[in-house]
């Protein structure tokens, strides 16, 4: 079994993972208009940044790194590991940490191109190094389901035996190129971003990181090495989380373009690998990004999955309030889909008054027809009659990366013998 | 072209296998035709940029960033060469191959000739082409569309070690079981803007080259490679992490608490940093393509299999940043004699 032991996220709306979500509950927005770029240069005039600048039109390499630092200090203080200051001998130095990105620090490229600041790595390792001692990181640049492919990466080596605690994360910060080039081939610009509305005119960008710490808690997958000895204090329960399942695939159609099929492929995979049906799935956070291709293909494929199980998980899609954090989305999306599970609250879909067709009779919170936002009943109760709930997060991106993840709050209470309950049992 | 380096059959490791059986190997390499010649320690002859048109045809190519046609190259030639790719397409299931890539430059040009023109002329002056190519694994997905490799697709661009992380991420999505055959790529590109960072960053000398090339190898768990009849040209071996060069490779080397016989040390060092080693030859594979920095492991892993090809060779150990491999034959009588311990020692 794979525990989420502590998380950290950080986003427009808000500097911690707390302030995030209380933020995408009350419905507040990050969206403003450019902070950091030259607003002559678009058309789209808004993004949702992390205000860090220091000023309008001012811009310095490097914010990616800062912000995924302070996300993963979050995440391991919330496990119970003490990360210690930048620069000490640190408990974490010898966590690996995988870092999901859709550009990495290529916004510094861009700035040592035009004469503005020096040349400075791509990769995070420097600043992982820099502040907890890390030695191994590895920066998985892919699209924006990259976060979750990492994600995938620390389940397989949990599962392997290779290590008992494995750090992952997601960061993202805009860089002019893609901003202007999906600017570019979008045929209106958008001034909000409404995922599955009718009528979204598409994407916005935005920025934000966020952490988990994972942990290996019993017995190895198939082919896998048992799990070494606890060498670190288990985290406080209130974090403890279950990962129940990451799937990946790739659509190999198109270089943008989502596949419904792919999508669906996924999704059905992911729950096939936690042992669970649709049914057995309280929550959904969907990818939403707005765009009329990924928010119809989505849709398609929620529909199809979900509609035979009603009546269906309560949907809902961040990105109308954080705005499209590329890489980091998925992972994004996870952190405040464990907080729903805790709190028993989904944030509504903002900007939401009428859907497409794609995605009628689902049910999305906040959206029409007086969509809830409270969790119903939960679909599962423990041995020790506690109720369990189960998220599902999606995140495809450009090349038909595809990934969804299913998680589980709490862990649910053993029956008899120590052994993880049978999955879906209620 | 296609690189046969190998045609022995697989019959077992002989070594512990910690990862995979490379089973294909291809080259887009200017002035290279096989892994022997990236062991000669010298540059290799004049020759012109790679043309990927020349290799794959124009279909296909249009509007695609110099990396990804590079890597296109070199991922056709490992895919025939593995017998993953015949005359019809694919001869297994696409969803079981997947695509790890491991790059440096590869986005560079694109975003910063994206960011210049929208300062010259505006969001009005760039193509709409180049939006894929904004993001930089458009190399692997390109490679994952060309061919319908539908499985695991992702990109390292995690400086010197992504080569080899790259490959040790293959053996660990195989050992997963979360795909059979994982195509691994490195490439870099030499393209201005690229250039001009690497200098930037201290990584490519005044007067020095820098790759302009790809290397691809197919990594398969033994067993499916065995049942596929596959030729099977190397072992994916140990692999390290660790602060620096000199840890990662002490970890590689360090006497295995694993079950059996005492790891074979290496007979060959591929790494691009001065070392002393008794015994044991050493080379660096960029003096022949040029500082190969993301790709530089893939480019090491080619040619430790062709030296793993030539008869009763040992071991070969590559070390690219902080990380470190070893390469081990795939099959034949081990050598009743090694080289001796290789006494490694960074010289300042």
């Known amino acids: 079994m794979i525990t989420i032991e502590g998380t950290g996220a950080l986003a427009s709306v808000g500097r911690d993972r707390d302030a995030v979500f209380d933020a995408l509950l009350a419905g507040r927005t990050g969206r403003a208009r450019l902070r950091g770029f030259p607003a002559r240069a678009f058309r789209a005039q808004h993004a949702y940044e ?99 492919y990492a994600l995938a990466m620390a389940e397989d080596l949990l599962m392997l035996g290779e290590h008992d605690t494995v750090v992952v994360a997601g960061v993202d910060s805009i860089t002019t190129s893609m901003y202007g080039l999906l600017d570019r081939v979008q045929l209106e610009p958008p001034e909000a971003l409404v995922p599955f509305g ?99 293909a989505e849709g398609r494929a929620l529909a199809s999955v979900f509609r035979p199980a009603p009546p269906g998980p309560t949907i809902t899609a961040i990105k109308s309030m954080t705005g499209h954090t590329s890489g980091g989305s998925g992972l994004l999306s996870l952190v405040m889909a464990l907080e729903s599970l805790r709190r028993g609250e989904v ?66 209470e053993p029956a008899g013998s120590g052994r993880p309950l049978p999955a879906g049992v209620g | 072209m296609v690189t046969r380096v190998a045609t022995a059959r697989w019959s077992g490791p002989a070594t ?177 803007a690229a250039t001009d960072w690497l200098r930037a960053r201290g990584l490519l000398a005044d007067g020095g080259r820098a790759l302009d090339g790809a290397v691809a190898v197919v990594v398969e768990a033994a067993p499916t490679a065995l049942r596929r009849g596959a030729p099977a040209l190397g072992v994916i071996g140990r692999y390290a992490r660790r602060a620096d060069a000199e840890s990662a490779t002490a970890a590689v080397l360090a006497d295995s608490t694993e079950p059996g016989p005492p790891p074979r040390p290496p007979d060959l060092i591929l790494t691009d940093r001065p070392l002393r080693a008794n015994g044991t030859i050493i080379r660096d594979v960029g003096a022949a393509v040029g500082v190969a920095v993301g790709a530089l492991g893939v480019v090491q892993c080619a040619a430790a299999l062709s030296w793993l090809a030539e008869g009763d060779a040992g071991p070969v150990l590559a070390v690219s940043g902080p990380a470190a491999m070893m390469m081990l034959p795939a099959a034949g009588p081990r050598s009743a004699a090694g080289s001796g311990t290789a006494v490694l020692a960074g010289v300042p």
């Not at chain 1, 995605?359 to 369990?388: C, H, K, Q, S, Y």
């Not at chain 2, 019809?88 to 986005?107: F, Q, S, W, Y």
């Open chain 1, 198 to 296: 009718r009528g979204r005119k598409g994407v916005l960008m935005g920025e934000g990181a966020a952490a988990v710490v994972l942990r290996r808690r019993d017995t190895p997958g198939p082919g896998g090495q048992p799990a070494p000895a606890p060498t670190r204090p288990l985290a406080r329960p209130r974090s403890v989380a279950r990962l129940r399942s990451v799937a990946l695939s790739c659509d190999a159609r198109h270089p943008t373009a989502p596949d419904a099929k792919g999508i669906e492929l996924t999704m059905r995979d992911a729950q096939a690998r936690a042992g669970l049906t649709p049914s057995d799935i309280d929550v959904v956070y969907a990818h939403g990004t707005g765009t009329p291709l990924n928010d119809e």
């Open chain 2, 16 to 192: 512990r296998p910690a990862g995979g059986v490379v089973t294909g190997v291809g080259l887009a390499l200017p002035g290279i035709d096989s892994g022997l010649e990236l062991l000669a320690g010298a540059p290799a002859r004049p020759a012109p940029p790679i043309d990927p048109a020349a290799r794959l045809g124009r279909k296909g190519l249009r509007y695609k960033d110099r990396a990804s046609v590079l890597a296109l190259c070199a991922a056709a030639d490992a895919l025939r060469a593995a017998g993953l790719l015949g005359e019809l397409g694919l001869t297994v299931a696409g969803e079981r191959i997947g695509v790890v890539a491991a790059t440096e430059t590869g986005p560079i040009q694109t975003v910063c000739a994206a960011s210049a023109t929208l300062e010259e002329q505006t969001v009005t002056g760039l193509s709409p082409m180049d939006l894929p190519n904004a993001s930089p694994n458009v190399i692997a997905s390109t490679i994952a569309i060309r061919f319908g490799l539908r499985g695991v697709t992702m990109l390292f661009t995690n400086g010197p070690s992504s080569g080899l992380d790259a490959l040790r991420w293959a053996a660990t999505l195989l050992a997963a079981r979360r795909l059979d055959h994982v195509l691994v790529v490195g490439v870099e590109v030499a393209e201005p």
């Open chain 1, 347 to 412: 944030p509504p879909v903002g900007g939401l008054a009428e859907v497409i067709d794609e995605v009628a009779g689902l049910r999305f919170a906040g959206g029409p027809g007086g969509g809830e936002t409270r969790l119903g009943p939960p679909v599962a109760i423990d041995a020790g009659g506690r109720p369990v709930r189960r998220a599902q997060i999606d995140a495809f991106g450009f090349g038909g990366v595809n990934a969804v993840a299913v998680v589980e709050y709490p862990v649910p």
């Open chain 1, 50 to 148: 992390v205000d860090d600048r220091g000023g309008t039109g001012l811009d310095r390499p490097g914010r990616a790194s800062a912000w995924l630092v302070a996300a993963v200090r979050a995440a391991l203080r919330d496990a119970g590991l003490e990360p210690g200051d930048a620069g000490s001998e640190s408990a974490a130095a010898d966590l690996p940490v995988i870092v999901g990105t859709g550009l990495g620090e290529l916004r510094g490229v861009e700035l040592w191109h035009a004469g503005q600041a020096p040349a400075q790595e791509l990769d995070f390792g420097a600043a992982l190094r820099r502040e907890f001692g890390t030695t191994v990181s590895y920066t998985v640049t892919n699209a924006c389901s990259a976060s979750l």
